[in-house]
């Protein structure tokens, strides 16, 4: 019984006053208007201005991306190069370290058998003078044995003892 008489209640006061009604209407739409101008319009403003700017952005990051990307493959074929570069140095370093090798040995031996000719050229020189100094000594001792013969007749163990003598006097002057 109370809520049949709450919706009679209701019902009584539910009639329409239709100035009110237009009058709300009318101030909805010129609300509408006002929000249209004032705040939707600015607000939408900047939101397509966040999104061109987010837009840019991304742009912005693709293009960077991709500069990275071609610097990226630029260094690894730069890095490539290089190395080649470096083993084909070090190929030549070798290559020019071994010439050189061959260079120094090729002289060393050369040089030895220089040092070897003029060695035995010199003790050849050396071996014709001492051959010289013992024929003049021999013949220096057989002119002096010569003149000590000749001033006295000796025996044969005399004589033996003479050139022993003289054999001893010779080296003992060298």
């Given at each position: 019984?109370f809520?049949?008489?709450?919706?009679?209640?209701?019902?009584?006061?539910?009639?329409?006053?239709?100035?009110?009604?237009?009058?709300?209407?009318?101030?909805?739409?010129?609300?509408?208007a006002?929000?249209?101008?004032?705040?939707?319009?600015?607000?939408?403003?900047?939101?397509?201005?966040?999104?061109?700017?987010?837009?840019?952005?991304?742009?912005?990051?693709?293009?960077s991306?991709?500069?990275?990307?071609?610097?990226?493959?630029?260094?690894?074929?730069?890095?490539?190069e290089?190395?080649?570069?470096?083993?084909?140095?070090?190929?030549?370093?070798?290559?020019?370290?071994?010439?050189?090798?061959?260079?120094?040995?090729?002289?060393?031996?050369?040089?030895?058998?220089?040092?070897?000719?003029?060695?035995?050229?010199?003790?050849?020189?050396?071996?014709?003078?001492?051959?010289?100094?013992?024929?003049?000594?021999?013949?220096?001792?057989?002119?002096?044995?010569?003149?000590?013969?000749?001033?006295?007749?000796?025996?044969?163990?005399?004589?033996?003892?003479?050139?022993?003598?003289?054999i001893?006097?010779?080296?003992?002057?060298?």
């Amino acid at each position: 019984m109370f809520t049949s008489s709450l919706v009679l209640g209701a019902v009584e006061k539910a009639h329409f006053n239709t100035g009110d009604v237009i009058f709300q209407l009318l101030m909805f739409i010129i609300l509408l208007a006002l929000l249209k101008k004032f705040a939707w319009g600015p607000l939408m403003g900047i939101m397509k201005q966040r999104e061109e700017h987010i837009v840019s952005e991304i742009n912005a990051a693709e293009e960077s991306r991709l500069e990275a990307k071609k610097l990226l493959e630029e260094q690894r074929s730069l890095l490539k190069e290089a190395r080649t570069d470096a083993q084909g140095l070090i190929e030549s370093a070798k290559k020019q370290g071994d010439v050189q090798r061959e260079e120094i040995i090729a002289t060393a031996r050369t040089e030895a058998e220089r040092i070897k000719e003029a060695a035995k050229l010199e003790i050849e020189q050396q071996k014709e003078k001492a051959v010289a100094a013992i024929r003049e000594q021999v013949a220096s001792l057989s002119v002096l044995i010569a003149s000590k013969v000749i001033e006295k007749e000796l025996s044969a163990a005399d004589q033996d003892k003479l050139i022993n003598e003289y054999i001893q006097e010779a080296g003992e002057e060298r």
